[in-house]
């Protein structure tokens, strides 16, 4: 299975500046296809999981554009430019190149 | 707008069984995979089983295989999870989610899950 690693677990931020999280894969997530198959996910207090980028680097549907996405290969990287309150919550990065689907850890962004 | 409604958590006894639902709208159930997922109490996210729009194939993780059975009955737009011989490790929110078909590695809706607990 591949083993995805999250630093740090966790972070706190002050409103307005930029925060990192760092990614890591026990093997590369570029797709034969072209693709890279790297997700992140944001978990809001007391919900479920929503999609925030796909592929690395794209965002999804409604997705703040301060929030980012890079990487290859198996180092990949999520930054929020300007960390807003409601941005706190658990972040997790997961494979979507083979199964078993795999998670990091999770990634607890407060607010100081 | 796509929703996603989990139901047939609940305590259960060790070695007991239960059958999880997933409802589904707001979109064409019947082209999507669809997947489970699992939370544990304050722990982090596992994937637990897929399975094809027409639920011709099946995936599982090592955990629950043997024991858990996906399946969906696509004329009423739902999505099952039986779920068998269960142990206190199976203990978690369960979530459904619906393949991204933009970048179908991932889910791009998910519930807000189900509890399931399971206790001796």
């Known amino acids: 299975d591949i083993v995805m690693t999250q630093t740090p677990l966790s972070l706190s931020v002050t409103p307005g500046q930029p925060a990192s999280i760092s990614c890591k894969s026990t093997?590369?997530?570029?797709?034969?296809?072209?693709?890279?198959?790297l997700y992140w996910y944001l978990q809001k207090p007391g919900q479920s999981p929503q999609l925030l980028i796909y592929e690395v680097s794209s965002r999804f549907s409604g997705v703040p554009d301060r929030f980012s996405g890079s990487g290859s290969g198996t180092d990949f990287t999520l930054k929020i430019s300007r960390v807003e309150a409601e941005d706190v919550g658990v972040y997790y990065c997961m494979q979507g190149i083979n199964l078993p689907r795999t998670f990091g850890q999770g990634t607890k962004v407060e607010i100081k | 707008e796509v929703q996603l409604l989990e139901s047939g958590g609940g305590l259960v006894q060790t070695g007991g069984s239960l059958r999880l639902s997933c409802a589904a709208s707001?979109?064409?159930?019947?082209?999507?995979?669809m997947t489970w997922v699992r939370q544990a109490p304050g722990k982090g996210v596992e994937w637990v089983s897929s399975?094809?729009?027409?639920?011709?194939?099946?995936h599982y993780a090592d955990s629950v295989k043997g024991r858990f059975t996906i399946s969906r009955d696509n004329p009423k737009n739902t999505l099952y999870l039986q779920m068998n011989s269960l142990r206190a490790e199976d203990t978690a929110i369960y979530y459904c989610a619906k393949l991204y078909a933009s970048s179908p590695g991932g889910s791009d809706f998910w519930g807000q899950g189900t509890l399931v607990t399971v206790s001796s």
């Open positions: 093997q590369s997530l570029l797709h034969r296809n072209g693709k890279t198959y």
């Open positions: 707001g979109f064409t159930f019947s082209s999507y995979a």
């Open positions: 399975l094809t729009d027409s639920g011709g194939t099946t």
